[in-house]
Structure formats: structure tokens, C-alpha cells
């Protein structure tokens, strides 16, 4: 006997949550159009190196690929080739319009905001020169404090060109940089 107004309630408390989130602001994706400057079939490859404090390397790549585009969703297939060159992968679909969270601006998506220091640079990578914003910012990893700096380039499908990871007071690095930009 309890189930209709239990059914009842649950729709009076979520129409105003709906009609919240229908009237949200929102903003062209950074992501998104980023794809949308490259044609379809684009591919984008990152290599990954880490170095371990016994001076141990590993390597892995990532190629991402641009499967199609609309008015409404970029679809990106991800490669990841780990260093014993198993390949996984996975499908992003990037959408056009992303819902800004209270106290984001438009024009600050894609900006880390919690970043301690930030700089332009110009990067050569992938035999090309880059117009880059770079952003400084850290984390949390189980060993200590992560270091991470970021360079990002409209100029690349999915924005970032390199990133570099230190753990604070332990001698390793992680490094992904852009190696090739393959357009079709």
C-alpha cells in the first residue's frame, strides 16, 4: 500500500532536479573542438616512458584515432600498447556541449584549477613546433607528493601535447609526449 506514494514522492522530489539540470549552463567542450579541426581518421600517437630510481625503463604508446564526428559527438578510439605490446582498447565519444559546474567559466575549461604555476612555451615534437600552455599542478600517488606538468596546444586533438610526473623525493619520471600526428 506504501508504494504509490513512495513512487509519487520520488517524482515530486526529482522534477526539480531535472528541471536543475535542464537549466544549467553550458559550454563548447575544449575537447571536442579540438577534434573537430582534424579530419576523420586523424591519428595521434603518445609514447609513455617511465623510469624507475634502479634506472629501470619501460615504454608503452598510445594511438588515438578520430572515428567520426557530428554536430553532437566526436568518437575517439584509444589504443593502449603496454610494454610487453598488448593492445587495449577503448571507445571516447567527447561531447560537443559539456555542463559547467558552479563557479567554471566557459573560457576556463580545460585549465587545471588547482595549477601552482603556468607558462607559455613553444614545443618541437612529432617534427613540428607547438604553441603550448603549460600548467604545473600535483596529486597524490601512494609513494608521496606527484609533480605533474601539463602542456597543452590547441593545436592537437585532445589538447595535451606532453606531460611530465615526478614523486616528490623519489628518483623516477614519467614522461608522455607526442611522437606523430598523422592526418589522413
Known amino acids: 500500500m506504501n508504494m504509490p506514494r513512495l513512487v509519487i514522492a520520488s517524482v515530486v522530489l526529482s522534477g526539480p532536479l531535472l528541471a536543475t539540470a535542464s537549466q544549467a549552463q553550458t559550454a563548447e567542450s575544449p575537447v571536442y573542438q579540438s577534434w573537430a579541426r582534424v579530419p576523420v581518421g586523424t591519428r595521434m600517437i603518445q609514447k609513455t616512458v617511465s623510469v624507475g630510481s634502479d634506472g629501470s625503463r619501460q615504454e608503452s604508446r598510445t594511438i588515438q584515432v578520430l572515428q567520426s564526428i557530428d554536430d553532437e559527438v566526436a568518437t575517439v578510439e584509444q589504443i ?3 610494454p610487453q605490446g598488448e593492445e587495449f582498447t577503448q571507445v571516447f565519444r567527447h561531447r560537443r556541449r559539456v555542463v559547467l559546474l558552479p563557479g567554471v567559466k566557459a573560457e576556463n575549461l580545460g585549465i587545471p584549477p588547482n595549477a601552482s604555476d603556468s ?19 600535483t596529486g597524490q600517488a601512494e609513494a608521496g607528493t606527484m609533480l605533474i606538468r601539463t602542456w597543452y596546444s590547441k593545436q592537437v586533438p585532445g589538447l595535451i601535447v606532453k606531460s611530465l610526473t615526478r614523486i616528490e623525493g623519489f628518483p ?13
Open 119 to 137: 607558462g607559455a612555451e613553444t614545443l618541437e615534437l612529432a617534427g613540428r613546433a607547438f604553441e603550448t600552455r603549460w600548467y604545473d599542478t
Open 172 to 184: 623516477s619520471t614519467t614522461t608522455n609526449e607526442l611522437v606523430d600526428l598523422i592526418l589522413p
Open 80 to 82: 593502449y600498447v603496454d
